[in-house]
């Protein structure tokens, strides 16, 4: 099987895709980076369109949580503590795979990059571009999509928030084929997680990361066998969300809600 994976990177993503690589170290035959915060849009841009939509506490958390991210990381290499999840950089050594980056994954360089790795698979890993027909058309066997919610529910933008938010007791991770709309396609595999009186964003992150590793090498594991599963989403059940707005995180601070501290990230990493 040859795989092709559309990431952009953080540190949850890059726990998924290490693990693949690593499950699977000759079949991921190519990376493509997103390089943009939000497609079609300058990181100047993006950022203020951010801020128009969700606030400036919003924005602000979501900088310190880059910022301790990559602190930690430098910190880490400085006393000479090994990561326990590597950057893009570090496994396109580690590992011998070709990365690009794109701030577009449906422009002709970068499908021609694609076309040329020609993939059986082609695999979403926490991307925030959408991806159009041209690039759907390449893998033989399809692209799928993991994405941290269930699927119906809570389609869109992090539904770790929205999860808390809402007061769900359950939440999980779902593995579905990609068409061209945002989280909509066929389910292939989907599994629970517990949502925990304690868990904050970044527990939920972890959470749902670790089991969407194993799930993406089981994933590609049903496509090898030849009968992969395509079960429909029931329309009825379905919640779409784009960023939260101030009003929604007046609601998630009254769930009782908390993105995390930078403790717990070190722990993970």
């Known amino acids: 099987m040859r795989i092709v994976i559309l990431t952009y990177e953080s540190f949850f993503s890059n726990l998924m895709t290490e693990h693949l690589l690593k499950s699977m170290p000759d079949e991921v035959v190519g990376i493509v980076r997103s390089d943009c915060l939000i497609h079609g849009k300058s990181l100047p841009g993006g950022l203020l369109h951010l801020l128009k939509q969700t606030g400036l506490r919003f924005v602000g958390r979501k900088a310190l949580e880059l910022f301790q991210s990559r602190a930690t990381a430098i910190i880490f290499r400085l006393i000479g503590r090994p990561p326990k999840v590597n950057s893009l950089r570090t496994m396109r050594t580690l590992y011998n795979v070709p990365i690009i980056g794109s701030v577009n994954m449906n422009q002709p360089q970068t499908l021609q990059q694609i076309k040329a790795w020609q993939p059986d698979v082609v695999l979403s890993v926490y991307l925030n571009q959408l991806i159009k027909t041209d690039l759907l058309d390449i893998p033989t066997q399809g ?12 389609r869109g933008l992090f539904p770790y928030f929205w999860v808390i938010a809402q007061g769900d007791a359950e939440t999980g991770v779902t593995i579905h084929w990609v068409d061209e709309k945002f989280d909509t396609g066929d389910i292939l595999l989907q599994e629970k997680i517990t949502v925990d009186p304690s868990d904050t964003i970044t527990t939920l992150s972890y959470k749902s990361a670790l089991l969407g590793a194993d799930m993406l090498v089981k994933a590609v594991q049903m496509i090898t066998a030849g009968t992969p599963p395509h079960l429909s ?17 007046r609601q998630f601070r009254k769930a009782g809600g908390h993105y995390g501290t930078i403790f717990e990230l070190w722990k993970y990493m």
Do not use: G, K
């Open 143 to 154: 692209t799928l999509n993991i994405h941290p919610a269930l699927l119906p529910r809570h």
């Open 233 to 249: 989403q029931n329309e009825a059940d379905a919640s779409y969300h784009t960023w939260p707005t101030p009003a929604a995180q």
